[in-house]
């Protein structure tokens, strides 16, 4: 959950009440390749009624892959479209310090609970100086005590990694706005390290496949882009991993990540969808990513249906 | 040279007329760390009076780091500035394909003589066809016979390669709109592959140290970094490549460019305007890079005066 309970010191009693589930909410294109609001909106109230909180312009969201313009315009739909901003934690961090501050500064004052944020990711091997300033300069610039700022840790697809170091470092210095961090690293020691060393940090794991493991030692929860389409099954682990069926809810979303991780997994995500809800145009992705073909598809139903998952 | 006499077919025969130098454009910032249209369009034309093209919004111009809004804004001011833009080519490749669109048709609206396209460089390894249909979708939304598009392939920092196969696609489907690329790989074999596949394609190198190699098969010049600050001398080993002298003018552009690579180069560049200027404010550069030490400058122009240039 991108709630403001998540900024105070729960973390570590690994009993906290405020775990929860988000979804890297999928962007509908139109066939022209412009954002759908309309499509947007609906889908994005479709999870949350499932009790999924909303991460849009992640990497599943193609979000590198929106202008400015218009992230700002789908993330005023949302507001406008009656979702509780309180569950929303847009992904603002761009390679641009103007543009990132742009949309920190909107989502606050839309009332998100929370923004998540990538460093810039142009150049490589920067200094832990220059994403220290990075990051600081956002949170001058915007100037709201109401910022609830998430790092987004993404080594493999960023290039641009998350040191403890620097976490440290942005904690003493905006204690109460740096309040979490979603690791895509997929690597279990980096997230306990960090458990470990910033009690009250909120640590959400990147793949549910470490949900139950990140639960059980006072993780904040799960964002994956698989909650786009399984993440029912996600907040029905977070309401009962103390419970003895706890192992048995993480082996199904286990058995579901391994059936579609071959494909490529946004296109796959979006034919899912398009399946769902009979509604082809969310096949469409936004170059540079390319549709899924009709044999991939074909292979990942087989593999979903024989793991269980009837599609 | 950004012109349009560099989309003929004039390059294998090693002695076209039409070579040139351009530099990416050193961005200055202000202490708020805003862009200065003044001292960028100042500069600009200081460089475009010793005969140098410019290539705003590249690598070392900080291009990434600016948002669409800020450049569309400082392209405005160089042509306002009368800056002649039949010999500007600036960077217009972003991660979104509509700020692509969006800065592609505002340079083609100012007649500038070409632009320079980095591919999408969020998602790694994306599909050839992925690629292909991100270059097509800019021309085709661009849609304006008078854009001429050059692609910049830069593997180490934008960790997005462009294949042979991919460049030989694009100029069956766009000839006369793809005209050329920057390698800035460093990769002498792989200009040289270009050079011989695709006669008449305009290859500029990213390195000068390969200046007088390049142009010997038929180059269409240099792009480089470097530029900024010995542009007049790369002006002059365009001019006299042919010479016996020539051998000795590349010896020198290497010496330079060895005496300052070791240094984290933009930072460094600006540092030597700063110098050259006596205008400090030059020194600023954008998170996440730094601005250089007073340690490293010292060393840095301890090396350049060793190498016989005074600083």
Same mark, same amino acid.
């Given at each position: ?14 009993? @906290? #009440? ?9 962007? +509908?294109?139109?066939?022209?390749? #412009?954002?759908? %609001?309309?499509? $947007? ?52 961090? !761009? ?6 501050? @742009? =949309? *920190? /500064? ?16 142009y150049y490589k091997g920067v200094t832990e100086e220059g994403l220290f300033r990075s990051y600081a300069a956002v949170i001058d610039k915007v100037g709201d005590a109401r910022l609830r700022l998430y790092l987004y840790h993404f ?17 003493? !210095?905006?204690?109460? *706005? ?5 690791? #895509?690293?997929?690597? $279990? &020691? ?8 910033? +009690?009250? $940090?909120?640590? $959400?794991?990147?793949?549910?496949? =470490? ?8 993780? &904040?929860?799960?964002? #994956? &882009?698989? &909650? ?11 309401? @009962?991993?103390?419970? %003895? ?14 059936? !579609? ?9 979006? /034919?899912?969808?398009?399946?769902? !809800? ?6 469409? *992705? @936004? ?25």
């Open positions: 959950m991108a709630t403001k309970e998540h900024s105070g010191d729960g973390g570590c009693d690994q009993g @906290r #009440s405020d775990q929860g589930v988000l979804a890297p909410v999928l962007t +509908p294109f139109d066939r022209d390749l #412009s954002p759908d %609001p309309k499509r $947007f909106v609906a889908f994005s109230r479709v999870l949350a009624q499932l009790g999924i909180g909303l991460a849009p312009f992640g990497t599943t969201s193609e979000g590198n892959s929106l202008s400015a313009d218009e992230k700002a315009m789908l993330l005023e739909a949302l507001a406008a479209g009656g979702i509780d901003m309180s569950r929303v934690m847009p992904g603002t961090g !761009t390679c641009a310090l103007s543009e990132t501050v @742009r =949309l *920190t /500064a909107q989502a606050v004052k839309l009332g998100c609970g929370g923004v998540l944020v990538l460093p810039p990711f080594p493999r697809q960023s290039q641009v990694p998350l040191s403890l170091g620097l976490i440290e470092r942005l904690l003493k !210095t905006y204690p109460g *706005t740096v309040v979490g961090i979603k690791d #895509s690293s997929g690597e $279990f &020691a980096n997230m306990e390290a960090m458990r470990k060393a910033f +009690p009250g $940090f909120d640590v $959400f794991t990147g793949t549910e496949a =470490l949900g139950l493991k990140m639960l059980r030692i006072g993780g &904040a929860g799960i964002i #994956s &882009a698989n &909650a786009n389409v399984n993440g029912a099954a996600m907040v029905e682990l977070i309401k @009962r991993w103390r419970d %003895p069926e706890a192992e048995g809810l993480q082996e199904s979303l286990t058995a579901f990540r391994v059936a !579609t991780q071959d494909f490529p997994l946004i296109a796959a995500l979006k /034919a899912l969808v398009a399946r769902a !809800t009979g509604d082809q145009v969310w096949r469409i *992705t @936004r170059p540079p990513l390319v549709d899924l073909t009709i044999e991939a598809e074909d292979a990942m139903v087989k593999r979903l249906e024989r793991a269980g998952f009837p599609v």
